[in-house]
């Protein structure tokens, strides 16, 4: 069965640095989003991202996030300068159309 | 603006038993909704949806979820709840013709003991 992949599954900073988290959606896919769950809260919507534009973006995603989709198959979020209120579990999602959402495993970003 | 309620942090029940996790919803519209389930280090797993149509819908795993529109709810239940049904559950609702962001609820972790 197709799955959403990303990489890595941890990535440790130093605030101020530049981060990459990098995702596969599955291949037939037309709509790609990015999520984030701080620890012990709620997953919260970051970006959309359709026709290789960006479609819809929550007031978290900031000028310090920015996404890309560079070669037709990864899809990344780049966040420039890291604070430590990134730190988070950043999940990749892809659906063909307005019906569900698939998602990977995440990524846990922890900046120190 | 879209929201979620999950008025419960946890929902604990006997196997066997049936289980209801719940969910009240609010949108400028007509919604489409969501239950998802996340286990400990784990992405987020599909269960199931309503867009349209049947307000019983079924999904994975033996668990169905009841649309009712005048309650603004979408409660998930399941007939008789396994110990490996053990984690948290996530409802969430996007709307129609809304771009297709998902509006999570803050999650339900549901224990089933022996």
């Known amino acids: 069965e197709p799955e959403v992949t990303q990489t890595p599954s941890h990535q440790v900073t130093q605030m101020g640095q530049e981060v990459i988290l990098r995702c596969v959606p599955i291949?037939?896919?037309?709509?790609f989003y990015w999520y984030r769950q701080i620890l012990g809260q709620k997953v919260e919507f970051l970006v959309s991202?359709?026709?290789?534009?960006?479609?819809?973006k929550s007031e978290i995603f900031d000028d310090q996030f920015s996404v890309e989709r560079p070669d037709g198959s990864n899809f990344t979020l780049k966040i420039r300068s890291t604070k430590l209120e990134d730190s988070a579990m950043y999940f990749c999602?892809?659906?063909?159309?307005?019906?569900?959402?698939?998602f990977g495993p995440g990524t846990r970003l922890t900046v120190l | 603006a879209q929201s979620v309620a999950q008025p419960e942090d946890q929902v604990n029940v006997a196997e066997g038993n049936p289980l209801t996790v719940k969910c009240t919803y609010s949108?400028?519209?007509?919604?489409?909704l969501f239950w998802y389930v996340q286990y400990p280090n784990r992405g987020l797993q599909f269960l199931l949806k309503?867009?349209?149509?049947?307000?019983l819908v079924k999904g994975s795993y033996g668990f169905e979820a009841e649309f009712n529109k005048s309650q603004t709810s979408f409660h998930l239940k399941k007939p008789s709840a396994l110990v490996s049904d053990s984690a948290l559950y996530f409802c969430?609702?996007?709307?129609?013709?809304?771009?297709?962001?998902?509006?999570f609820g803050t999650g339900t972790q549901l224990k089933v003991e022996l």
């Open positions: 999602a892809s659906s063909l159309d307005v019906n569900e959402q698939f």
């Open positions: 949108v400028s519209g007509n919604p489409y």
């Open positions: 309503y867009i349209t149509g049947d307000n």
């Open positions: 991202f359709y026709n290789n534009e960006i479609s819809e």
């Open positions: 969430a609702v996007s709307l129609t013709g809304g771009g297709n962001k998902l509006t």
């Open positions: 291949s037939n896919h037309l709509y």
